[in-house]
């Protein structure tokens, strides 16, 4: 990504580790656990928990997990982050539209100082985060780091930043059209699972309105795909910890609707890309939670990742931003 412009659109995702050992492993979960807007305890009760237990147990058990979706490209999840900001260059250019576009992970590499170093001197950057939800546990924290790498520029560029597009038009359409492709292929269940990523229910007993987002983009897709109430549900995975998260809770869910028999289909939209949480947590572990409970028919609908029109979604949403009409 060697353009120069004076506008700069920067892409970022969660991160991932460097590579799937327990070194590397250990390094992200301490970069990204230590993030107070991740885990908000008194550092004082949380860092004795992180250091003396979390990152000497859970690094080798993790990397296991990474190791088996690693690809020869190298962590699933940054792949797709590069390649969305290669197609998104791409879409710019062939509009003729004067924009850079680069990418960051808010942990790991490429860290968002790097991000935004590669756009060069932009007096604009649009910054949008791969987080159709907002969270104050994904979103905000990006913006804080934004905010910290910038505070320290002498010339600092002007910032515009996405908080959302959990209800976008185009977003709905693609996630529908993505269903119906799997539907198209594999047959259709009797119930779509639509699955979002936990945060603790104090967060959003706090004021986080993730849950009311994801909520609304269930409600969406339901309505565009033309659902009974019946067939489909919105739940929430990946709890960590004793507390009390934002429920259903995806693997009971997965439980119980294999001991009725019930034969589903499960996505994942608060994901832009897939990563450890879907094709793992979701592909394999859920999957055979829901064949143990008796369960039969199971099919994951991939992540929009790179494909045309969640692309075309993402330069829409950065158009809008500058006021561009076709």
């Keep these: 990504m060697t353009k120069t412009s004076s506008i700069g659109v920067l892409l970022v995702n969660l991160g991932t580790p460097d590579a799937p050992t327990a070194p590397a492993v250990r390094k992200y979960l301490a970069e ?10 008194s550092r004082w009760i949380w860092c004795p928990i992180l250091h003396g237990i ?5 690094p080798p058990k993790v990397a296991k997990l990474y190791q088996s979706i690693w690809t020869d490209q190298g962590s699933p999840l940054l792949a797709t982050t590069r390649s969305q900001a290669e197609l998104l260059q791409q879409l710019f250019d062939d509009k003729a539209i004067d924009c850079q576009v680069s990418y960051a992970m808010n942990y790991g590499s490429p860290s968002i100082a790097d991000g935004l170093a590669s756009l060069g001197n ?3 950057v649009i910054v949008l985060p791969l987080y159709p939800q907002y969270s104050s546990a994904t979103t905000a924290s990006v913006y804080d780091r934004v905010a910290k790498v910038i505070a320290k520029q002498w010339n600092m560029p002007g910032i515009d ?3 959302d597009y959990h209800s976008h038009p185009g977003y709905i359409k693609a996630l529908a059209n993505s269903v119906r492709a799997s539907w198209h ?3 259709r269940g009797d119930k779509l699972l639509i699955s979002f990523h936990g945060i603790p229910k104090r967060y959003a007993d706090n004021g986080d309105v993730y849950p009311d987002e994801c909520r609304e983009t269930a409600r969406l897709l339901a309505e565009e795909l033309e659902l009974k109430a019946d067939e489909w549900l919105c739940c929430f995975q990946s709890r960590f910890g004793r507390e009390e998260w934002l429920q259903p809770y995806t693997d ?3 439980e119980k609707l294999g001991k009725e028999g019930i034969s589903v289909d499960v996505i994942c939209p608060g994901f832009a890309a897939d990563c450890l949480e879907t094709l793992e947590e979701i592909q394999v572990e859920n999957h055979d ?3 143990e409970a008796g369960g039969k028919h199971y099919h994951y609908v991939p992540c929009l990742n790179a494909q045309p029109d969640h692309v075309g979604v993402l ?3 950065v158009k809008n931003k500058l006021r561009l009409e076709e």
């Design 32 to 41: 990204f656990l230590h993030d107070h807007r991740v885990v908000d305890l």
């Design 54 to 58: 979390i990152l000497r147990v859970r």
């Design 122 to 124: 932009c007096s604009r």
């Design 161 to 163: 930043f996405v908080r």
């Design 185 to 187: 292929e594999k047959g």
């Design 252 to 254: 009971e869910t997965m």
């Design 289 to 291: 939670i829901f064949k």
């Design 315 to 317: 330069f829409d949403i």
